[in-house]
C-alpha cells in the first residue's frame, strides 16, 4: 500500500473555491482503481493549508490515476488556487501499530 500526503496552501480567498471542487471530485476519486482511502485535513493553525491524505494499492495505481483526465481536469481547476507550490509526499508502511514488519508486494 502506498500512503500520499500532499500538502496544499491555498490563496485564503480561494479556500471555499477549492473545498466545492474537493467535494465534487472526492467521490470520483474514491471509486478509482486503487485507491482505497481519501481525507482532506485542515492544517490546525492556518486554515487555508490542507492536505490531502489518500491509500493507494501501489504507486502504479496513484500513477495511473495522476495520468488519467479525472485528474488532469481537477488539477487544472485547483493549480490557480494555491498561494504556494503543493507539497507531495509518498510513503509505505514500515510498521503497523504492532510494531510488525510489513509484507512488501
Known amino acids: 500500500m502506498l500512503v500520499r500526503l500532499v500538502r496544499l496552501t491555498l490563496a485564503p480567498q480561494h479556500r471555499d473555491r477549492f473545498l466545492t471542487l474537493f467535494d465534487d471530485a472526492a467521490p470520483k476519486i474514491r ?29 502504479a495505481a496513484l500513477d495511473a490515476y495522476r495520468t488519467s ?25 514500515l510498521r503497523d501499530t504492532d510494531h510488525r514488519s510489513m509484507t512488501r508486494p
Open 31 to 59: 471509486v478509482v482503481d486503487g485507491c482505497r482511502h481519501l481525507e482532506l485535513w485542515e492544517d490546525a493553525r492556518f486554515p487555508n493549508v490542507l492536505t490531502t491524505y489518500s491509500h493507494w494499492r501501489n504507486a
Open 69 to 93: 483526465t479525472l485528474f488532469q481536469t481537477t488539477w487544472a481547476e485547483t493549480k490557480p488556487l494555491f498561494a504556494a507550490p503543493p507539497q507531495a509526499f509518498s510513503h509505505t508502511v
